[in-house]
């Protein structure tokens, strides 16, 4: 089945203690992205990848590493998480990243820093 | 900055038609999106409408687009239930990968 899978998909952590949130997908897609919802100002993009190797910025990446080592795999990565932080989180995925593709999005990780 | 907006709740009677309204400022967008997000899960792509198109119709779903106004709208004919969810929408920034979405329209259909 074509999907995209993040884990975990909660977590409740303290301020400080690292932690990354795993995103993989099985359609071999070159673009993948990831986005906080937060009530109220909808999804905001953190982090996007056009393909191995290559990322940048998306509106909101203060806080966030990503990378992308191989073309399935793109780790969120939050080095020193704050409470600020918390929210839920998406990632997604598209075939090339162009504005006809179409984006695959996760099932989401509902993160809680305390 | 580029921005999508969107009102936040709609509520509409089942066999009813609903419309979800969303303004953008990006004039240069050449793709515009609306997505679904039920209850615990992530976004479905619904549809979407390019710049120099003006309605997009797809069964049950209507998609105007009022670029002198920058007016998208969602039109839902015969809502059922089952379209209880967010609806978003988004806009694609013409030169990057980048996307905007809205803060998504909460509807919520009565039986």
Request: hydrophobic letters at 30%.
């Amino acid at each position: 089945e074509a999907q995209v899978t993040q884990n975990p998909r909660y977590l409740i952590t303290v301020t400080g203690k690292k932690l990354t949130v795993t995103c993989s997908q099985n359609m071999n897609h070159e673009y993948m992205s990831w986005y906080r919802q937060d009530p109220g100002l909808g999804l905001r993009q953190i982090y996007y990848s056009m393909n191995v190797e290559v990322t940048d910025k998306g509106d909101v990446p203060e806080g966030y590493k990503v990378s992308r080592k191989e073309k399935r795999n793109f780790p969120l990565i939050l080095e020193s998480p704050s409470p600020n932080q918390t929210s839920l989180y998406f990632c997604a995925s598209s075939l090339q990243g162009i504005r006809s593709d179409e984006q695959f999005f996760g099932p989401g990780t509902r993160l809680t820093v305390l | 900055g580029e921005d999508v907006e969107q009102s936040l709740f709609l509520s509409v009677r089942e066999g009813d038609s609903s419309v979800i309204n969303c303004t953008y400022t990006d004039s240069s967008s050449t793709y515009l999106y609306w997505y679904k997000q039920e209850p615990g899960a992530g976004l479905q792509l619904l549809t979407y409408i390019f710049s120099n198109m003006d309605m997009k119709q797809d069964q049950r779903l209507t998609v105007l687009l009022n670029k002198k106004d920058k007016h998208l709208s969602l039109r839902i004919a015969d809502t059922q239930t089952g379209d209880s969810a967010i609806y978003f929408c988004a806009e694609s920034i013409v030169g990057t990968y980048k996307y905007i979405f809205g803060t998504g329209t909460r509807l919520k259909v009565l039986a």
